[in-house]
Structure formats: structure tokens, C-alpha cells
């Protein structure tokens, strides 16, 4: 499968109807945060796929003008703390986990501590072992906003990645994991890393990734 990855900051190239001709062999559209809601909406629309988004620690409900209040990108599915089976082509099956949200810096949501971001992987912990046992693989791909540990991430607390990504790759070891939040004006090394069996892409604007098993 062909994923549309999408974090940070809206990309022009993608808010025009040219979106449809220069995209069109897109099987899905993967958010790592920090995005307008109504941009998502546009470019699913436009692409005619599934739209499966985490949450970004600037990202906060939406009040519409007919007084409708939404808590993330119509059309989409937040996969913020799940993992899903993804249908594609040909009977494509790719196994999908998200979460969202950074290190904890102040008040606010989609803020975690390490202690918290932990937990939150290991209560997916159960899902990605019953994957294994019927799939023979935990997740394929992992979504998140924040980096992990060490990888892509920054010293200021808000940039800090998390260590729970870490053990996550280690015990489960996804081919590929795609993370936001960092930007490479900040001067860090954004650069495709590898971390045991897995490799960590930095997303900023946009990417377009292969996706399998």
C-alpha cells in the first residue's frame, strides 16, 4: 500500500485540486498532528481514501460555523492509542498503531509523561500480542506525533522523545515508525534512521511511504 503522511505544517501542493492527479495511486492518508482540521478534510475528499490521524499537543477541538463542536478531521479515524487492521488492495492487511501527543511541558492537552506514554503502550501491549497470534506480526507501522528517544528529538522538554517508543520497537519490531513535531529549521538531524528493526522517518509537510506487512 502507498500511505500520504502529513504533519506540522499545511503543504500547498496539497490544498489545490492538482492533489487528485499527482496522488491518485494513494491508498491511504496518515496524520502525525499539528494539522487544521479543514486541510485533512480537503485532501481526503479530494483523494477518496481512509484518512487515520493521531493528535498533535497543539491540536484542540474545532467550533464550526453552524455551531457544531468536532474533535478531530471529519471523515477520519483517530487511531490515537489503537491499532487497527487496515484493508488495502488485493487484500492488502497492514496493522496500524497511533499515538498522539508529546512530552509534558505545561498545561494543556495531548501532553504526557514518560510514565504515562508508557502506560499507554502497555495497555495497547494485549492487542499487538492477540495480532501475533493471528496475523503472526504485532503492527507494522506506528504513528505517533513525538519522537522517540533520542532519535530526531531535541534537549527543551517540549521536543524531548519518548523511551517508550524505544522498548515499543524493540519487543514488537514494526518496519516502520513516522513521527512529527520535529522541524528541520530547528537544526536537528531529521535525516531516516534505523533503530534495530525498524525505521524512523521525521515528517514535515509531507511524505509518501510504502506500507506492508
Not at 482540521?37 to 493521531?54: C, F, K
Request: proline share 5%; net charge negative; glycine share 14%.
Amino acid at each position: 500500500m502507498k500511505a500520504l503522511v502529513v504533519s506540522d505544517v499545511v503543504s500547498e501542493v496539497l490544498y489545490t485540486s492538482e492533489i487528485r492527479s499527482m496522488f491518485a495511486d494513494i491508498d491511504v492518508v496518515l496524520s502525525c498532528g499539528d494539522l487544521p482540521y479543514e486541510y485533512l478534510e480537503y485532501i481526503v475528499t479530494l483523494l477518496d481514501v481512509p484518512l487515520l490521524y493521531v493528535f498533535g499537543n497543539h491540536d484542540r477541538p474545532l467550533h464550526r460555523g453552524d455551531g457544531r463542536r468536532t474533535d478531530g478531521p471529519e471523515g477520519g479515524r483517530s487511531i490515537d492509542g489503537r491499532v487497527i487492521a487496515l484493508h488495502g488492495p488485493s487484500g492488502v492487511r497492514v496493522l496500524i498503531a497511533g499515538f498522539g501527543g508529546c512530552m509534558a511541558y505545561g498545561s494543556g492537552l495531548h501532553q504526557y509523561t514518560e510514565g504515562e506514554m508508557r502506560r499507554r503502550v502497555q495497555r495497547m501491549g494485549w492487542w499487538l500480542r492477540w495480532n501475533e497470534q493471528r496475523y503472526g506480526r504485532g503492527v507494522d507501522v506506528v504513528v505517533t506525533h513525538a519522537a522517540p528517544l533520542g532519535i530526531h528529538d531535541g534537549e527543551d522538554v517540549c521536543h524531548h522523545g519518548f523511551g517508550a517508543f524505544l522498548g515499543l520497537m524493540r519487543r514488537y519490531r514494526p518496519p516502520l515508525l513516522m513521527h512529527g513535531h520535529v522541524h528541520p529549521s530547528y537544526g536537528w538531524d531529521v535525516e531516516p534512521r534505523r533503530f534495530e528493526a525498524t525505521e524512523v522517518r521525521s515528517v514535515y509537510g509531507y511524505d509518501v511511504v510504502g506500507i506492508g506487512p
